[in-house]
Structures are given as C-alpha cells and as structure tokens.
C-alpha cells in the first residue's frame, strides 16, 4: 500500500486513485498509546437533548438566585443587629461595676430568707424607687399618689396611692428589640380585697396561704386557662382600682401604642358578639382609639392609664416623665375596655410582655403570704 506523510495532492492524488490505493493522512496513520487510530470510514454522532439543556440551564439559575438571595437577606440581618447592639452599646455603656450578667438582666426582686422581696432604694430626696434592670429606664416609683381616677370626691382631694405590683419590659421581634417598661400598680386600699380574693381561691377557710399554696396559686395565674379567669373575676367583681404606667425605652409615637393596644383589645373580643357586641362597646373602642390621636412619644416620658372601682379609664401624659406634668388626654366610661386592655398584660395565653406578667405574679406572691389586711398598713 502507498502511503505518504504529507497529505497528496494534485498528480499525486490521480495516481493513487488509478492505482486503486487509499489516500491516507498523518492523523490516520497515529497510533496512541490508549486509543487506535481510526479510520477514514468512520464518523462520530453526539445525541443532543435541547430540552434537557434547557431545564438544566433553568434550575441552575434558579438555584443561584435563590443562594444569592438568601445570602444577602442573612447579611442585611446581621448588619442591622450588629449595628442595633453597636448603637446600644454606645447609647448605654455598662459600667465596671455592673453585674457579671448585664445591666438588663438584673432581677428587681431579692431573696430574703428564701421569700422574693421587691429591691426598694431611695433616691437624693428620700423618694422610694424599684430598680427595673433595664440601662435606659433605670427606676420606677414604689407608690404613686394620683388624684384622678378615683370616685369619690374626698378621694379625689386627698389623692389615692397606688403600690407596686409588678413590673416588666415589651419586646417586639425576634431580635427582642425593646420598646416600653411597664409597670402595674393597685391603690393601696384595695390590697386586702385582692388578698382575700386570691387566697380564698386555694384555700377557702385561709388568711394566707403557704408555700405550697403560694405555689398552686403561682402556677394557676401563670395558666393561661385558670389565669384569665382569675384576672377576669378580680377585675368584674372585686374592681380594685389599678393603674399601668408605661414609659418608653426608645422614641416612639401614640399611634404605634394605639394600634398594639386595640389590636389587643379586638383580640379578646372577637367570638363573643353576646358580651362584645353592642353599639355602646362600638362607641367605646372608637372613643379610645381618638385618645391616642397625637404626636410623638420620646422615651422616658410617661404613659399613665388608671382604673378606678367603676372600671371606667383615665389616660394621662407626662412629658417630664417624673409626674410632675401630667396631664388628663382622654377618659373612656366603659368598664369592658379597660378590663380587656388589662387582660393584655396580666394573663391568657399571649401577653404583650411576658417578664412583666411574671414580675406581677411575684409581687401577687408578696400580698398572699401575709394575713389579709395588714398589707395596706406594711407594704415592703
């Protein structure tokens, strides 16, 4: 057979032919060490799926803006926490001499022979203040002396003092940023119906009740079942005049307030047309929701919304923040509204801030390990 190394052309490629001699080229005349060389006769086919390509090229795009996505969605998250406890930090620096586990962690009860006692100090004025454990709002007063909200008109000159009970902080999201310290106070008179009332629910034949039964009681207020029924009796039956002071831990405004607070209100309404489903309840809740038609709500001042025996609602406002300035904005004559905004931080099964329900529940614990009555005259 005539090969050639180069390939043949012209007379070349006529002789080969008339002889009747394939024409050959170098690469067909390679031998590889893994592979023969192949022939002039063969021919190579790729089958090629477009559609399977086309899915293919699809969900890989898919994936990749899905990844990207949700990689700069966690990044903008992290930014902004790290950037809010940054702030924070600045805003609020934790001094040397703070506890090892942080100026909000601090429990404003202390234990006193194995019995919670609210931490009570005192200021340049001889004032008493509850420590709170937040770095913003440090203190709230251990009584208040109002004089509004009461019925009676002697009261309503000598003031009415509130004590108290419990106190809280509101959390919103799930950074847990803070927005308000609540507090809720009961006029020191009404103490001993409350007591009564509480103790007699465990144990009808007491007048105070002990460890074991300060512990029934603890967990059926805690229940969300047992605890709104409890609450929701107290406060249709015994009414004790009662008080929620609220103070912001950040700037905010009265129309972010009035729509948590009638968000809650509507919450525990609705299903119950029977008891909440009148024109004159209709009236009420747009009454309460004009209270708040106003402005900004810096931090530090005061929110004050008072109970008295009828159940009917006084909202004050002072921007000092001290009660030196306040001032009556609204007052709502329907007992249904104020017992179901109370509601919202005293039981069921969700609560606008849950450490001050349970703060509450310890101050309760305070009143019902003493005999009815002698908490009105010695309240620690």
Known sequence: MITSRSVPTGLARSALRSLGQPITTPCQQCRTFLRPAR???????????????????????????????????????????????????VRNPTQFDAPASGPD?????VTEGGVKRKTVIHDDEGRELVPTGNSTITTFPRTLDLHLGAQAAQEKVNGVEYTLVGLGVRTVSFLGIQVYMV?????????????ARLVKEINPIATTLVANEKEELRKALLDPVQGEKLW?????????????????????????????????????????????????????????????????????????????????????????????????????????????????????????????????????????????????????
């Open 105 to 109: 962690k601090v429990d404003p009860f």
């Open 183 to 195: 507090g809720y106070y009961l006029a020191t008179q009404d103490i001993a119906a409350i007591q």
């Open 232 to 380: 929701t009796e107290i406060l249709r039956e015994v009414r004790p005049r009662s008080a929620f002071r609220i103070v912001p831990i950040r700037d905010t405004d009265f129309h972010h307030l009035r729509d948590a607070f009638v968000r809650a209100v509507q919450a525990r309404s609705t299903g119950r047309p029977a008891e909440f489903g009148d024109d004159e309840f209709g009236t009420a809740m747009r009454d309460f929701r004009a209270v708040f038609n106003r402005g900004k709500f810096p931090k530090k001042q005061e929110l004050l919304m008072v109970r008295d025996n009828s159940g009917h609602l006084t909202v004050t406002h002072d921007t000092s923040g001290t009660g030196a300035a306040r001032e009556t904005i609204g007052q709502i004559p329907e007992e249904r509204i104020t017992r179901l905004l109370w509601m919202n931080w005293l039981a069921g099964s969700k609560v606008a801030s849950e450490p001050a329900r349970q703060n509450i529940v310890e101050g309760i614990m305070e009143f019902v390990e003493r005999p009815v009555g002698t908490v009105a005259t010695q309240v620690v």
């Open 39 to 89: 022939h002039s006769g063969s021919r190579a086919y790729e089958t090629i799926n477009l559609n399977r390509m086309r899915t293919q090229h699809h969900d890989y795009h898919r994936n990749r803006r899905a990844v990207l996505l949700g990689g700069a969605l966690a990044g903008s998250i992290a930014t902004c926490y790290t950037a809010y406890r940054l702030v924070d930090a």
